[in-house]
Protein backbone atom coordinates (compact mmCIF):
# COMPACT_ATOMS: atom_id res chain seq x y z
CA UNK A 1 0.00 0.00 0.00
CA UNK A 2 1.54 3.44 -0.87
CA UNK A 3 2.16 5.32 2.05
CA UNK A 4 0.87 9.10 1.55
CA UNK A 5 1.69 11.86 3.78
CA UNK A 6 -1.39 14.31 3.24
CA UNK A 7 -0.70 17.71 4.54
CA UNK A 8 -3.30 20.32 5.04
CA UNK A 9 -2.39 23.94 5.77
CA UNK A 10 -4.93 26.87 7.25
CA UNK A 11 -7.14 27.80 4.57
CA UNK A 12 -10.62 27.63 3.86
CA UNK A 13 -9.92 24.78 1.20
CA UNK A 14 -9.03 22.29 3.99
CA UNK A 15 -12.79 21.02 3.62
CA UNK A 16 -11.80 19.96 0.09
CA UNK A 17 -8.68 17.75 1.59
CA UNK A 18 -11.32 15.89 3.19
CA UNK A 19 -12.51 14.64 0.05
CA UNK A 20 -9.14 13.94 -1.40
CA UNK A 21 -9.16 12.09 1.99
CA UNK A 22 -11.25 9.53 0.98
CA UNK A 23 -10.66 9.47 -2.75
CA UNK A 24 -6.65 8.19 -1.64
CA UNK A 25 -7.97 6.17 1.25
CA UNK A 26 -10.65 4.54 -1.33
CA UNK A 27 -8.00 4.21 -3.97
CA UNK A 28 -6.27 1.67 -1.39
CA UNK A 29 -3.91 4.34 0.01
CA UNK A 30 -2.24 4.37 3.74
CA UNK A 31 -2.54 7.93 4.77
CA UNK A 32 -1.06 10.01 7.14
CA UNK A 33 -2.97 13.28 7.56
CA UNK A 34 -0.24 16.14 9.18
CA UNK A 35 -2.45 19.34 9.50
CA UNK A 36 -0.92 22.54 10.82
CA UNK A 37 -2.59 24.35 13.54
CA UNK A 38 -4.47 26.64 11.39
CA UNK A 39 -5.83 23.59 9.08
CA UNK A 40 -7.62 22.18 12.73
CA UNK A 41 -9.04 25.78 13.08
CA UNK A 42 -10.98 25.04 9.86
CA UNK A 43 -11.14 21.29 10.09
CA UNK A 44 -10.89 19.43 13.71
CA UNK A 45 -8.19 16.39 14.22
CA UNK A 46 -11.56 13.95 14.79
CA UNK A 47 -12.43 14.37 11.24
CA UNK A 48 -8.87 13.58 10.13
CA UNK A 49 -8.10 10.84 12.47
CA UNK A 50 -11.60 9.37 11.53
CA UNK A 51 -11.40 9.37 8.22
CA UNK A 52 -7.50 8.40 7.81
CA UNK A 53 -7.40 5.82 10.99
CA UNK A 54 -4.32 7.29 12.44
CA UNK A 55 -3.96 9.60 15.20
CA UNK A 56 -3.96 12.95 14.14
CA UNK A 57 -2.02 15.81 15.44
CA UNK A 58 -0.07 19.24 13.89
CA UNK A 59 2.67 19.07 16.61
CA UNK A 60 5.91 17.72 17.12
CA UNK A 61 5.06 17.27 20.96
CA UNK A 62 3.06 14.41 20.65
CA UNK A 63 3.87 10.84 20.78
CA UNK A 64 7.60 12.12 20.94
CA UNK A 65 9.21 8.48 21.64
CA UNK A 66 7.84 7.40 18.14
CA UNK A 67 9.87 10.27 16.64
CA UNK A 68 7.11 11.49 14.42
CA UNK A 69 8.39 15.01 13.44
CA UNK A 70 11.44 12.44 11.38
CA UNK A 71 9.64 9.19 10.98
CA UNK A 72 7.03 10.68 8.93
CA UNK A 73 8.48 11.88 6.32
CA UNK A 74 11.52 9.46 6.25
CA UNK A 75 8.74 6.32 5.23
CA UNK A 76 6.35 8.32 3.16
CA UNK A 77 6.64 7.32 -0.24
CA UNK A 78 4.66 10.77 -1.06
CA UNK A 79 3.84 13.94 0.48
CA UNK A 80 1.10 15.89 -0.85
CA UNK A 81 -0.04 19.60 0.66
CA UNK A 82 -3.28 20.76 -0.28
CA UNK A 83 -4.05 23.39 0.52
CA UNK A 84 -1.04 24.65 0.88
CA UNK A 85 -1.11 28.25 1.66
CA UNK A 86 0.95 31.37 1.10
CA UNK A 87 2.21 30.82 4.31
CA UNK A 88 3.12 26.71 4.24
CA UNK A 89 4.88 28.01 0.89
CA UNK A 90 7.24 30.57 2.41
CA UNK A 91 7.85 28.44 5.18
CA UNK A 92 8.97 25.89 2.81
CA UNK A 93 10.85 27.33 0.56
CA UNK A 94 12.83 28.94 4.07
CA UNK A 95 13.49 25.26 5.26
CA UNK A 96 11.40 26.28 8.67
CA UNK A 97 10.63 23.49 10.51
CA UNK A 98 8.64 25.05 13.40
CA UNK A 99 5.76 22.56 13.59
CA UNK A 100 4.96 18.96 12.55
CA UNK A 101 3.99 19.61 9.08
CA UNK A 102 6.93 21.88 8.03
CA UNK A 103 9.55 19.31 10.16
CA UNK A 104 8.16 16.42 7.81
CA UNK A 105 8.69 18.63 4.33
CA UNK A 106 12.64 18.68 5.77
CA UNK A 107 12.79 14.70 5.63
CA UNK A 108 10.92 13.35 3.09
CA UNK A 109 13.33 12.38 0.10
CA UNK A 110 9.64 11.54 -1.79
CA UNK A 111 8.47 13.28 -4.38
CA UNK A 112 6.65 16.42 -2.77
CA UNK A 113 3.60 18.04 -4.65
CA UNK A 114 2.04 21.01 -3.34
CA UNK A 115 -1.31 22.73 -4.28
CA UNK A 116 -1.18 26.28 -3.57
CA UNK A 117 -4.86 27.87 -2.92
CA UNK A 118 -5.26 31.69 -1.78
CA UNK A 119 -6.60 35.03 -3.04
CA UNK A 120 -5.35 35.79 -6.19
CA UNK A 121 -3.23 39.03 -4.68
CA UNK A 122 -1.34 36.32 -2.43
CA UNK A 123 -0.89 34.00 -5.35
CA UNK A 124 0.59 37.34 -7.50
CA UNK A 125 2.83 38.61 -4.94
CA UNK A 126 6.19 38.27 -5.87
CA UNK A 127 7.61 37.43 -2.02
CA UNK A 128 5.04 34.12 -2.84
CA UNK A 129 6.42 34.01 -6.86
CA UNK A 130 9.82 33.96 -5.26
CA UNK A 131 8.91 30.66 -2.79
CA UNK A 132 7.24 29.13 -5.67
CA UNK A 133 9.90 29.19 -7.22
CA UNK A 134 12.34 28.41 -4.73
CA UNK A 135 10.69 25.19 -4.16
CA UNK A 136 10.00 24.40 -7.94
CA UNK A 137 14.23 24.50 -8.59
CA UNK A 138 14.41 22.07 -5.97
CA UNK A 139 11.90 19.47 -7.54
CA UNK A 140 8.84 20.24 -6.08
CA UNK A 141 5.64 20.04 -8.03
CA UNK A 142 3.89 23.17 -7.46
CA UNK A 143 0.13 22.74 -9.00
CA UNK A 144 -0.91 26.10 -10.49
CA UNK A 145 -3.91 27.01 -8.95
CA UNK A 146 -7.63 26.83 -10.79
CA UNK A 147 -9.50 29.57 -11.37
CA UNK A 148 -12.93 30.23 -10.18
CA UNK A 149 -14.66 31.30 -7.08
CA UNK A 150 -12.43 32.26 -4.21
CA UNK A 151 -13.47 32.43 -0.55
CA UNK A 152 -15.99 35.44 -0.68
CA UNK A 153 -18.02 36.79 -3.64
CA UNK A 154 -14.66 37.55 -5.64
CA UNK A 155 -13.79 35.27 -8.34
CA UNK A 156 -9.82 34.52 -9.87
CA UNK A 157 -6.72 32.20 -10.14
CA UNK A 158 -6.33 30.82 -6.31
CA UNK A 159 -8.89 27.72 -6.18
CA UNK A 160 -7.93 24.29 -5.21
CA UNK A 161 -8.20 22.16 -8.14
CA UNK A 162 -10.98 19.64 -7.74
CA UNK A 163 -10.38 16.86 -5.35
CA UNK A 164 -10.78 13.82 -7.85
CA UNK A 165 -8.47 15.49 -9.82
CA UNK A 166 -5.48 16.29 -7.14
CA UNK A 167 -6.46 12.33 -6.58
CA UNK A 168 -5.65 11.55 -9.95
CA UNK A 169 -2.44 13.65 -10.26
CA UNK A 170 -0.87 12.16 -6.68
CA UNK A 171 -1.67 8.76 -8.62
CA UNK A 172 -0.22 8.99 -11.53
CA UNK A 173 2.94 10.24 -9.74
CA UNK A 174 2.74 7.80 -7.65
CA UNK A 175 2.65 5.52 -10.64
CA UNK A 176 5.49 7.04 -12.13
CA UNK A 177 7.67 6.33 -9.38
CA UNK A 178 10.00 9.31 -9.60
CA UNK A 179 9.93 12.73 -8.57
CA UNK A 180 12.09 13.89 -12.08
CA UNK A 181 10.33 16.80 -13.14
CA UNK A 182 11.71 16.49 -16.87
CA UNK A 183 9.33 18.60 -18.35
CA UNK A 184 10.52 21.33 -15.81
CA UNK A 185 10.22 25.00 -17.62
CA UNK A 186 8.50 23.46 -21.03
CA UNK A 187 5.59 24.80 -22.36
CA UNK A 188 3.01 21.82 -24.03
CA UNK A 189 -0.35 21.76 -25.70
CA UNK A 190 -2.67 19.14 -25.30
CA UNK A 191 -5.90 19.04 -27.52
CA UNK A 192 -8.82 16.71 -26.40
CA UNK A 193 -11.97 15.66 -27.43
CA UNK A 194 -14.53 15.30 -30.37
CA UNK A 195 -15.17 18.84 -32.69
CA UNK A 196 -19.16 19.44 -32.67
CA UNK A 197 -19.82 20.90 -36.58
CA UNK A 198 -23.25 22.63 -36.19
CA UNK A 199 -25.87 22.47 -38.24
CA UNK A 200 -27.98 24.98 -36.66
CA UNK A 201 -28.43 26.11 -32.84
CA UNK A 202 -29.48 22.30 -31.92
CA UNK A 203 -28.22 19.83 -33.70
CA UNK A 204 -24.39 19.10 -34.46
CA UNK A 205 -22.15 16.37 -35.76
CA UNK A 206 -19.65 15.14 -33.37
CA UNK A 207 -17.88 11.43 -33.15
CA UNK A 208 -17.23 9.31 -29.96
CA UNK A 209 -14.20 10.83 -28.71
CA UNK A 210 -14.52 11.21 -24.94
CA UNK A 211 -11.31 12.97 -24.72
CA UNK A 212 -9.76 10.90 -22.09
CA UNK A 213 -6.67 10.47 -23.90
CA UNK A 214 -5.98 13.77 -24.17
CA UNK A 215 -6.88 14.78 -20.52
CA UNK A 216 -4.45 12.26 -19.62
CA UNK A 217 -1.73 13.63 -21.66
CA UNK A 218 -2.36 16.67 -19.94
CA UNK A 219 -2.52 15.23 -16.61
CA UNK A 220 0.89 13.09 -17.27
CA UNK A 221 2.54 16.54 -18.42
CA UNK A 222 1.75 18.18 -15.40
CA UNK A 223 3.47 15.37 -12.89
CA UNK A 224 6.36 16.05 -14.69
CA UNK A 225 6.91 19.43 -14.41
CA UNK A 226 5.65 21.32 -17.45
CA UNK A 227 2.75 24.16 -17.80
CA UNK A 228 0.08 22.93 -19.73
CA UNK A 229 -2.61 24.37 -22.16
CA UNK A 230 -5.39 21.74 -22.71
CA UNK A 231 -7.59 23.32 -25.75
CA UNK A 232 -10.49 20.65 -24.83
CA UNK A 233 -14.06 19.97 -26.77
CA UNK A 234 -15.04 17.58 -24.02
CA UNK A 235 -17.04 17.38 -21.20
CA UNK A 236 -14.44 15.98 -18.98
CA UNK A 237 -13.79 18.13 -15.84
CA UNK A 238 -10.26 20.17 -15.87
CA UNK A 239 -7.36 18.02 -14.81
CA UNK A 240 -5.33 19.47 -11.71
CA UNK A 241 -2.97 22.49 -12.57
CA UNK A 242 -3.77 22.55 -16.66
CA UNK A 243 -4.89 26.06 -18.29
CA UNK A 244 -8.04 24.65 -20.19
CA UNK A 245 -9.79 26.58 -23.35
CA UNK A 246 -12.78 25.14 -24.32
CA UNK A 247 -13.66 25.01 -27.94
CA UNK A 248 -16.59 23.54 -29.74
CA UNK A 249 -15.82 23.89 -33.43
CA UNK A 250 -12.68 22.52 -35.08
CA UNK A 251 -12.49 26.10 -36.62
CA UNK A 252 -12.01 27.31 -32.54
CA UNK A 253 -10.14 24.23 -32.14
CA UNK A 254 -7.30 25.40 -34.83
CA UNK A 255 -7.93 28.84 -33.60
CA UNK A 256 -7.05 28.56 -29.97
CA UNK A 257 -3.79 25.77 -30.73
CA UNK A 258 -1.98 27.69 -33.20
CA UNK A 259 -2.63 30.58 -30.79
CA UNK A 260 -1.33 28.97 -27.87
CA UNK A 261 1.74 26.98 -29.74
CA UNK A 262 3.38 29.61 -30.81
CA UNK A 263 5.50 29.82 -27.55
CA UNK A 264 5.05 25.74 -26.94
CA UNK A 265 7.94 23.38 -26.91
CA UNK A 266 5.61 20.15 -27.89
CA UNK A 267 2.21 20.05 -29.33
CA UNK A 268 0.05 16.87 -29.06
CA UNK A 269 -3.15 16.70 -31.36
CA UNK A 270 -4.59 14.23 -29.21
CA UNK A 271 -8.20 15.37 -30.54
CA UNK A 272 -10.56 13.80 -32.91
CA UNK A 273 -11.44 16.70 -35.32
CA UNK A 274 -13.91 16.61 -37.62
CA UNK A 275 -12.87 16.64 -41.38
CA UNK A 276 -15.87 18.01 -41.99
CA UNK A 277 -18.41 21.03 -41.39
CA UNK A 278 -22.20 21.85 -42.70
CA UNK A 279 -21.05 24.39 -45.20
CA UNK A 280 -23.88 26.75 -43.52
CA UNK A 281 -24.73 26.97 -39.86
CA UNK A 282 -28.41 28.14 -39.73
CA UNK A 283 -28.98 31.08 -37.03
CA UNK A 284 -31.98 29.56 -36.69
CA UNK A 285 -33.81 25.70 -36.33
CA UNK A 286 -34.32 23.63 -39.54
CA UNK A 287 -37.46 22.90 -40.41
CA UNK A 288 -38.61 19.24 -40.82
CA UNK A 289 -38.27 17.96 -44.47
CA UNK A 290 -38.42 14.66 -46.53
CA UNK A 291 -35.08 14.36 -47.16
CA UNK A 292 -31.82 16.14 -45.99
CA UNK A 293 -29.82 17.93 -48.57
CA UNK A 294 -26.35 19.07 -46.64
CA UNK A 295 -23.56 20.95 -48.44
CA UNK A 296 -19.95 19.87 -46.30
CA UNK A 297 -16.95 22.22 -46.36
CA UNK A 298 -13.61 20.69 -45.56
CA UNK A 299 -11.87 21.96 -42.38
CA UNK A 300 -8.55 22.54 -41.55
CA UNK A 301 -6.05 20.31 -41.14
CA UNK A 302 -4.70 21.30 -37.36
CA UNK A 303 -1.88 19.20 -37.26
CA UNK A 304 -0.75 19.84 -40.86
CA UNK A 305 -1.33 23.71 -40.06
CA UNK A 306 1.38 23.12 -36.77
CA UNK A 307 4.01 21.57 -38.92
CA UNK A 308 3.86 24.62 -41.14
CA UNK A 309 3.81 27.07 -38.66
CA UNK A 310 6.19 25.38 -36.26
CA UNK A 311 9.27 26.90 -34.62
CA UNK A 312 12.56 25.80 -34.31
CA UNK A 313 12.70 22.65 -31.95
CA UNK A 314 9.54 22.72 -31.55
CA UNK A 315 8.39 18.91 -31.25
CA UNK A 316 4.39 17.80 -32.69
CA UNK A 317 2.71 14.70 -32.24
CA UNK A 318 -0.33 13.59 -33.96
CA UNK A 319 -2.76 10.40 -33.18
CA UNK A 320 -4.43 8.07 -36.05
CA UNK A 321 -6.99 6.16 -35.85
CA UNK A 322 -6.37 3.10 -38.38
CA UNK A 323 -8.08 0.38 -39.74
CA UNK A 324 -5.78 -2.29 -42.30
CA UNK A 325 -7.49 -3.25 -45.34
CA UNK A 326 -6.45 -4.80 -48.58
CA UNK A 327 -3.45 -2.49 -49.64
CA UNK A 328 -1.64 -2.04 -46.02
CA UNK A 329 -1.79 -3.42 -42.38
CA UNK A 330 -2.54 -0.56 -39.94
CA UNK A 331 1.36 -0.04 -39.56
CA UNK A 332 2.11 0.86 -42.97
CA UNK A 333 -0.58 3.59 -42.92
CA UNK A 334 0.47 4.93 -40.14
CA UNK A 335 3.76 5.60 -41.66
CA UNK A 336 2.36 6.36 -44.94
CA UNK A 337 0.17 8.89 -42.25
CA UNK A 338 3.23 9.98 -40.68
CA UNK A 339 5.53 10.97 -43.77
CA UNK A 340 2.01 12.87 -45.26
CA UNK A 341 1.31 15.31 -41.91
CA UNK A 342 5.31 15.99 -41.23
CA UNK A 343 5.07 15.72 -37.49
CA UNK A 344 7.69 13.85 -35.07
CA UNK A 345 5.76 11.17 -33.47
CA UNK A 346 2.25 9.84 -34.76
CA UNK A 347 0.53 7.56 -31.91
CA UNK A 348 -1.23 4.94 -34.07
CA UNK A 349 -4.73 3.16 -32.32
CA UNK A 350 -5.99 0.16 -34.12
CA UNK A 351 -9.67 0.93 -34.12
CA UNK A 352 -11.14 -2.07 -32.07
CA UNK A 353 -13.71 -3.59 -32.89
CA UNK A 354 -17.29 -2.10 -30.68
CA UNK A 355 -16.72 -3.68 -27.28
CA UNK A 356 -13.15 -3.92 -27.39
CA UNK A 357 -11.27 -1.87 -24.35
CA UNK A 358 -9.08 0.20 -26.61
CA UNK A 359 -9.74 3.44 -28.26
CA UNK A 360 -12.48 6.02 -27.87
CA UNK A 361 -15.08 5.73 -24.59
CA UNK A 362 -12.57 2.93 -22.44
CA UNK A 363 -10.25 4.04 -19.68
CA UNK A 364 -7.27 1.51 -21.91
CA UNK A 365 -5.51 1.67 -24.84
CA UNK A 366 -2.94 0.19 -27.33
CA UNK A 367 -0.92 1.69 -29.40
CA UNK A 368 2.23 1.92 -31.85
CA UNK A 369 3.71 5.17 -31.46
CA UNK A 370 5.74 5.90 -35.02
CA UNK A 371 9.05 8.08 -34.84
CA UNK A 372 10.06 10.46 -38.10
CA UNK A 373 13.28 9.12 -37.51
CA UNK A 374 11.91 5.69 -38.36
CA UNK A 375 11.60 4.51 -34.45
CA UNK A 376 8.45 2.12 -33.55
CA UNK A 377 7.56 2.10 -30.21
CA UNK A 378 4.36 -0.69 -29.42
CA UNK A 379 2.80 0.21 -26.15
CA UNK A 380 0.76 -2.92 -25.13
CA UNK A 381 -2.55 -2.49 -23.61
CA UNK A 382 -2.27 -0.22 -20.51
CA UNK A 383 -4.44 2.60 -18.90
CA UNK A 384 -4.49 6.19 -20.89
CA UNK A 385 -2.51 7.43 -18.10
CA UNK A 386 0.41 4.79 -18.70
CA UNK A 387 -0.02 5.95 -22.76
CA UNK A 388 0.66 8.90 -21.99
CA UNK A 389 3.48 8.63 -19.98
CA UNK A 390 5.24 6.43 -22.82
CA UNK A 391 4.30 9.84 -25.50
CA UNK A 392 6.17 12.36 -23.09
CA UNK A 393 9.01 9.64 -22.38
CA UNK A 394 9.39 10.16 -26.61
CA UNK A 395 8.91 14.03 -26.80
CA UNK A 396 11.59 14.53 -24.01
CA UNK A 397 13.86 12.71 -25.61
CA UNK A 398 13.17 14.73 -28.63
CA UNK A 399 13.39 18.30 -26.65
O1 LIG B 1 -5.82 12.55 -41.05
P1 LIG B 1 -6.36 12.11 -39.74
O2 LIG B 1 -7.64 12.79 -39.35
O3 LIG B 1 -6.46 10.63 -39.59
O4 LIG B 1 -5.23 12.56 -38.71
C1 LIG B 1 -5.42 12.44 -37.34
C2 LIG B 1 -4.57 13.43 -36.63
O5 LIG B 1 -4.71 14.72 -37.22
C3 LIG B 1 -4.95 13.62 -35.17
O6 LIG B 1 -3.79 13.96 -34.42
C4 LIG B 1 -5.94 14.79 -35.23
O7 LIG B 1 -5.96 15.48 -33.99
C5 LIG B 1 -5.34 15.61 -36.35
N1 LIG B 1 -6.32 16.35 -37.16
C6 LIG B 1 -6.19 17.71 -37.25
N2 LIG B 1 -7.08 18.45 -38.00
C7 LIG B 1 -8.05 17.83 -38.70
C8 LIG B 1 -8.18 16.44 -38.63
C9 LIG B 1 -7.30 15.72 -37.86
O8 LIG B 1 -5.29 18.25 -36.64
N3 LIG B 1 -8.89 18.57 -39.41
Not at 85 to 111: M, Q, S
Not at 157 to 177: M, S
Not at 241 to 250: D, E, H, I, N, R
Not at 374 to 388: I, M
Amino acid sequence: MPRVVLGVAGGIAAYKAVELLRQLTETGHDVTVVPTDAALAFVGAPTWAALSGKPVSASTWDRVHEVPHVRIGQEADLVVVAPATANLLAKAAHGLADDLLTNTLLTARCPVVMAPAMHTEMWEHPATRANVATLRSRGVLVVEPAVGRLTGKDSGKGRLPEPEELAHLVRQVLARGSADLDLAGRRVVVSSGGTREHLDPVRYLGNRSSGRQGHALARAAVARGAEVVLVSSSGLPDPAGVKVLKVTSAQEMHDAVLAEARSADAVVMAAAVADYRPAERLAVKRKKTDTLDVEFVQNPDILAALVAARGQGQIVVGFAAETGDDHATVIEHGRAKLARKGCDLLVVNEVGESGHPTGFEGTHNAATVLGADGSTTDVPLVTKDALADVVWDLVAARL
